[in-house]
């Protein structure tokens, strides 16, 4: 998605809840830190595991 975007065409990005839907999660953030311009900010906010810890249960303390 952010393949058609010139380098260095933004300010800011954020990445919300996103990451986990991705199937290569480090080509989106490299795609991200591409699209910045040199001193931009990056937001990513992410609260869903990914990987084996996305498989195991919580336990009862923390559910």
């Known amino acids: ?3 058609r ?3 260095g065409r933004f300010g ?3 990445l919300v809840f ?3 839907h991705m ?8 795609a991200a830190w591409r699209v910045l ?3 931009g900010r990056l937001l990513v906010a992410e609260m869903l595991p ?4 996305a498989r195991r249960p ?3 303390d923390r559910a």
């Open 58 to 60: 919580l336990p009862p």
């Open 1 to 3: 998605m952010l393949g």
């Open 50 to 53: 990914k990987g084996p810890e």
């Open 18 to 20: 996103v990451l986990h």
């Open 23 to 30: 199937a290569d999660p480090a080509a989106g953030l490299r």
């Open 12 to 14: 800011a990005v954020t």
């Open 5 to 7: 975007l010139g380098d």
């Open 37 to 39: 311009r040199p001193g």
